[in-house]
C-alpha cells in the first residue's frame, strides 16, 4: 500500500513561514508510470481544495489565493518527495494540508492515494 508521509505543519503568526514536506514510499508497484504530486488544504465544514501541484516533468501549478507566496518543489530522483514552502502566511491560510500523489500508468489508468494530513495554523 502507498505511503505518504507529511511533515511540518505548526503554528506560526501572520506573515511567517512553514515548509511542508510529503515523502511517498511503498508504491513498488507503480515502478513503471509517471506521478504528479499534489498539496490540496481543507478547513471543516468546506471542501478539500487544491493548494499546488507538480509534475513529473517539473511544472507546477498553484490556487491563485497562494501565488506568489507559496512554492512547490520535489526532490530529484526518484522524485518522491515533494515540499510546500509557505511564505507570508494568512490567518485564511489555516487548514489541514494533505498530500497527494497520482499515478498515471496508461489512458485513463489513474490511481490516487492520499496522505493523513498536517495541520498548519496562522495566528493573526
Known amino acids: 500500500q502507498v505511503r505518504l508521509e507529511e511533515s511540518g505543519g505548526g503554528t506560526v503568526q501572520a506573515g511567517g513561514s512553514l515548509r511542508l514536506s510529503c515523502a511517498a514510499s511503498?508504491?513498488?508497484?507503480?515502478?513503471?508510470?509517471?506521478?504528479?504530486m499534489n498539496w490540496y488544504r481543507q478547513i471543516p465544514g468546506k471542501e478539500r481544495e487544491f493548494v499546488s501541484g507538480?509534475?513529473?516533468?517539473?511544472?507546477?501549478?498553484y490556487a491563485e489565493s497562494v501565488k506568489g507566496r507559496f512554492t512547490i518543489s520535489q526532490d530529484s530522483a526518484p522524485k518522491n518527495t515533494v515540499y510546500l514552502q509557505m511564505h507570508s502566511l494568512k490567518p485564511e491560510d489555516t487548514a489541514m494540508y494533505y498530500c497527494?500523489?497520482?499515478?498515471?500508468?496508461?489512458?485513463?489508468?489513474?490511481?490516487?492515494?492520499w496522505g493523513q494530513g498536517t495541520r498548519v495554523t496562522v495566528a493573526s
Open positions: 497527494k500523489i497520482v499515478f498515471l500508468c496508461g489512458d485513463s489508468d489513474m490511481h490516487n492515494y
Open positions: 511503498e508504491y513498488s508497484g507503480y515502478t513503471y508510470c509517471t506521478h504528479d
Open positions: 507538480i509534475d513529473s516533468d517539473g511544472n507546477t501549478n
